[in-house]
């Protein structure tokens, strides 16, 4: 038997009036996760324990089956073990992103945040700003170091994990209040605006249309994390397909393999086809018994509100994922149970990340069904079924 889930990073969202009271996935075109559904089983899931902030770290965490009332130590931390970065027992890690901040004002407190991820900046674009921040900004104490897209790190050296906000949750909004009330971070956000803002690059960017990277946000800190061996937990041998740090970094703590797949860049335009194959691969040619799709780009559009986009991210993945997933392992000759499901809610109304229930998907290949159900939250939710421990679905999958 081999096991699959497919994580629409952010997929659920909340009805819109301007797709006629549906959610971007309930009207969104998915014949294939329907198909899915007809035959198999859907409910909701509440995947974010109470009082746990609703981040992809918490959720995907639960997702695989981790109690992130145990497991979790920050989000940062979980990206570091990605990059490669061996943190000590006193070191604090902390998300650097490169975000998009208004610049009419004349105090970078009355500045405003924009973008997140300035415009889903490339790796390569990312890499060559940074250099700068690092030649400005690292000082004993502090390390900067790279990561994927607009995602990156600080190591603090002795440091204290503080209550820092992600940028996603105050887009549009004026940075003040939100700013760390450490001197030193908060220094290093205002100095690496003044050696962004001009940076040839950036005025490259503008002139492109582009959003510019103009300045370093801290947040998401934590400690070196400790997960248990995912295999020993599950008795499966388990592979990760993802763009994203923060789940690399996930299945470097769990001990499972890392496929690196060409072209995939947790944009709305990642190699989707070569997730899906990179999976099928995994599971018939080298004999694993799990795979964990991770695509970002639902959460991304979610992120910038564009209900358009996020339609196409959710009709992207039943396309060009779960169809040739489904191919694959059929033409393999494998029997499979395939969990498809978001992490947590991104809705375009908010553009920021919910701990509301989720919809799943579960379809089992040896059995045939017949149901009325589609998937999306609605059907959902109208099953009956729901799952109240997120952590609990990896058991549920697996039927243990």
């Not at 770290?57 to 997702?63: G, I, K, P, R």
């Not at 008795?235 to 763009?243: H, I, N, P, R, T």
């Not at 995994?282 to 209900?307: T, W």
Request: with cysteine.
């Amino acid at each position: 038997m081999k096991y699959v889930i497919i994580l629409g990073d952010g997929m659920a969202d909340r009805p819109l009036e301007e797709l006629q009271g549906m959610t971007p996935l309930e009207y969104a075109k998915t014949p294939n996760m329907d198909a899915l559904a007809a035959a198999g089983e859907v409910g909701m899931v509440h995947t974010i324990p109470e009082g746990m902030s609703p981040g992809s770290d918490t959720a995907n965490l639960s997702v695989l089956g981790y109690d992130p009332r145990v497991y979790y130590s920050g989000r940062s931390p979980l990206e570091a073990l990605s990059i490669g970065v061996d943190m000590k027992p006193t070191d604090v890690s902390l998300r650097c992103n490169l975000v998009t901040l208004s610049e009419e004002e004349e105090n970078y407190e009355d500045k405003r945040i924009l973008d997140h991820s300035a415009g889903e900046i490339s790796t390569s674009d990312a890499a060559l700003l940074l250099e700068a921040v690092k030649q400005g900004l690292e000082t004993e104490g502090y390390t900067f170091y790279a990561g994927t897209s607009y995602r990156h790190l600080l190591i603090w050296d002795q440091g204290k994990v503080l209550e820092l906000t992600p940028p996603h949750d105050v887009l549009g909004q004026t940075i003040g209040q939100y700013l760390p009330k450490d001197d030193t971070l908060r220094g290093m956000m205002k100095k690496s605006y003044d050696i962004l803002k001009n940076h040839p690059l950036n005025i490259e960017r503008r002139n492109q249309g582009l959003n510019p990277a103009n300045s370093c946000w801290f947040w998401g800190a934590g400690t070196r994390p400790a997960l248990s061996s995912f295999q020993e937990k599950t008795g499966l041998k388990g592979a990760m397909v993802s763009a994203v740090d923060l789940l690399k970094g996930i299945a470097v703590g769990a001990s499972m393999k890392n496929i690196t797949v060409e072209g995939a860049n947790g944009g709305l335009n990642t190699n989707y086809e070569g997730k899906a194959q990179a999976a099928v691969d995994i599971l018939v040619k080298e004999d694993y018994d799990f795979v964990y799709v991770h695509v970002e780009a639902p959460d991304e559009m979610g992120h910038q509100g564009s209900a358009e986009k996020k339609i196409q991210a959710i009709e992207y993945l039943d396309a060009r994922v779960i169809a040739p997933v489904k191919a694959g392992l059929k033409q393999a000759g494998e029997e499979f149970r395939i969990l498809v499901m978001p992490d947590h809610p991104t809705p375009v109304s908010i553009r920021t990340h919910t701990g509301d229930d989720v919809p799943y998907l579960l379809y089992d290949s040896r059995t045939s069904q017949d149901h009325t159900w589609k998937y999306n939250e609605k059907d959902a939710a109208q099953s009956g079924r729901r799952i109240e421990k997120g952590c609990e679905m990896i058991d549920y999958l697996i039927e243990k």
